[in-house]
């Protein structure tokens, strides 16, 4: 996805709300939960943000979104943002996280999502430690 930061996302510091790259991410992280599991999908988690650099007015934010692993009816996707000055032609990095997803009904019951389709090495080595991070998720919500 890409976003042209206007002056109604900005806070007085003319700096992007954090909440607004927050939504952009959970929306771009939905889109792509939707297409891989072909169902409605919920938030159900967001790991760690940490800002590493703002984004100002008239600048855009770019957000990149990435299945890194499915599980029976949630999937982990990974989210990506950069800011770029297009007319300075910059781009350097705002914040990433991973988001959860389950996949529902119409009755908002959790549905089976297809495996992810892993073809590098890369891809491996990602879901391996997306299953590490659910299974700490699952630890923390059992305290």
Do not use: Y
């Not at 949630?74 to 770029?84: L, Y």
Request: with cysteine; net charge neutral; hydrophobic share 50%.
């Amino acid at each position: 996805m890409t976003e042209h930061v206007l002056p109604t996302h900005t806070n007085s510091l003319g700096g992007v709300f954090g909440g607004q790259i927050m939504a952009w991410m959970d929306l771009c992280a939905a889109i792509c939960a939707q297409r891989h599991s072909g169902a409605v999908v919920v938030t159900a988690g967001i790991d760690d943000l940490t800002f590493e650099r703002t984004v100002r007015a008239g600048q855009i934010v770019r957000l990149t979104a990435r299945m890194t692993a499915a599980f029976r009816s949630s999937m982990e996707i990974f989210v990506n943002v950069e800011g770029e000055d297009a007319v300075a032609g910059e781009v350097w990095p705002c914040v990433s996280a991973f988001v959860t997803f389950v996949a529902v009904d119409a009755a908002m019951r959790p549905v089976a999502v297809r495996p992810l389709v892993l073809s590098t090495d890369e891809e491996r080595v990602a879901e391996i430690a997306a299953h590490e991070r659910r299974a700490s998720r699952l630890a923390k919500r059992k305290k």
